[in-house]
């Protein structure tokens, strides 16, 4: 059978692993899909990449600046698009649909972002768009989800998806470095892009965690309706102290389905250092899902680089070559449910949300001042698991107090903390982490 024909817009970090292990694994890759995959067309805006590439592939290979070229060219049956951002990668996958072909991306804002109309506009064209270098580069998290717990009832997912903020808080923790110099370390080493926003503030997380919550609950991409907090502003301090207390502070996406609705956040969270989650360091990722049938599951990997992300490009790539000719209503859904069994269960607000806290006060060092902490806390229903009392390095007359409660609703702490943070005697402004058990 002839091979498949694949457009790769995009010579970047991701565009090149992919061409490399399609080339170095194309044996293999041909056993598995039945059929050779083979590059038709690339496109690149920068041309001295393209110059580079095009001595690589040779002339039978064209490589074009304009990426219309490439999904106006009616060989091509699927375009692999690998440059990110959301124009003009939108308006090519767009293109590509309508024009009849299969779409393979990595494009995680893309799709939490404009996942509704795109997916509409596949289906409607009977074409698939593969997305698993989209969420945790090489970890098939997508297929895991989508496929291999599709007899479950999924009940929550927590992940570390974002390698960058996991690099820097485990430096933090290890060296007892601040956030900032942390940051321009990671900077230097080239672990955290020159305008890192996007990981440190959480978005990069929340983009992947949107996908992942859409296809473990059934509902439709609502980035939109996330809870965003990233870790610029943590501070070593509360990281020596959730250490004391036996956690570790870990940026984590978390999407739990409940009564009411679904949460759907990403924040820096307290967790039990015991848990093997709790473990992951350095820039890698790991996913935990919890679900009825087979109970807690552990995904762990390589979450960004050249080979890991491109292996889950080439997965892709196979999945859709074995699909190629098989009729569109017996594919795999592109959110594991058909499109009439959608769920509109709402997501819910942060006031809603149900999780524990850490809290830390700097207080002043006089009776009475822990009671009247307390007071606040059970007039709002909330109960403590443990406190914790230090010198805060300030002198006498003040001190850090730490206070571990078990789970309320968010709405009711956050009445708590304004109530506790009009006391004369809580000097500094509350920092407030949420805890999660992970049991
Ligand atoms: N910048 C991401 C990370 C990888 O640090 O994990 C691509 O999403």
Same mark, same amino acid.
């Given at each position: ?146 496929? !291999? ?151 762990? !990997? ?108 968010? !709405? ?28």
């Amino acid at each position: 059978m002839k091979a498949i024909q694949v457009g790769l817009i995009g010579l970047g970090t991701v565009g090149a692993g992919t061409f490399h292990v399609l080339q170095r694994n194309q044996a293999e890759i041909r056993g598995r899909a039945g059929r050779g995959i083979e590059i038709a067309m690339v496109s690149a805006r920068n041309a001295e990449r393209a110059k580079a590439y095009q001595a690589i592939v040779g002339d039978g290979v064209p490589c074009v600046g304009d990426a219309q070229q490439l999904v106006n060219n009616p060989d091509i049956d699927i375009v692999v698009e690998l440059i990110g951002g959301i124009e003009p990668a939108r308006s090519l996958v767009l293109q590509a649909i309508a024009n009849g072909k299969h779409v393979v991306t990595a494009n995680k804002a893309l799709l939490a972002l404009h996942g509704t109309e795109i997916f509409e506009a596949a289906r409607e064209k009977g074409v698939v768009v593969a997305f698993e270098a989209a969420v945790a580069g090489g970890i098939p998290i997508i297929k895991a989800l989508r496929e !291999g717990l599709t007899a479950n009832r999924i009940e929550w997912i927590a992940g570390i998806i974002n390698g960058t903020t996991n690099f820097i808080l485990s430096e933090m923790r290890g060296k007892g470095l601040d956030f900032a110099t942390v940051l321009k370390e990671a900077q230097r080493l080239g672990y955290a892009e020159s305008d890192p926003t996007f990981d440190i503030e959480g978005v990069d997380a929340a983009h992947k965690l949107t996908l992942m919550s859409a296809i473990a609950f059934g509902v439709p991409v609502q980035f939109d309706r996330a809870h965003v907090e990233g870790i610029s502003s943590l501070q070593a301090t509360d990281i020596k102290y959730a250490e004391q207390l036996g956690y570790r502070i870990k940026l984590l996406g978390i999407t739990r389905r409940r009564q009411e609705g679904i949460e759907l956040r990403v924040h820096p969270t307290l967790i039990p250092s015991s848990r093997l989650i709790a473990n992951v360091e350095g820039a890698m990722n790991a996913v935990v899902v919890q679900a009825d049938a087979v109970g807690t599951t552990l995904y762990y !990997g390589k979450g960004a680089g050249a080979e890991p992300t491109a292996s889950a490009v080439v997965a892709d790539l196979v999945d859709v070559t074995r699909l190629h000719t098989a009729d569109p209503d017996h594919r795999v859904p592109h959110l594991a449910f058909q499109p009439d069994a959608m769920s509109d269960t709402p997501i819910l607000e942060m006031a809603d949300v149900h999780t524990a806290f850490y809290l830390r006060l700097v207080v002043a060092d006089q009776p009475g001042v822990l009671s009247r902490i307390t007071t606040i806390l059970a007039e709002h229903d909330i109960s403590i698991d443990a406190v914790l009392q230090r010198e805060s390095g300030e002198g006498e007359r003040q001190t850090d107090l730490i206070i571990l409660t078990h789970d309320t609703v968010e !709405g009711r702490m956050n009445e708590a903390l304004a109530k506790m943070q009009g006391l004369p005697t809580v000097l500094a402004p509350i920092v407030r982490i949420r805890k999660e058990e992970l049991a």
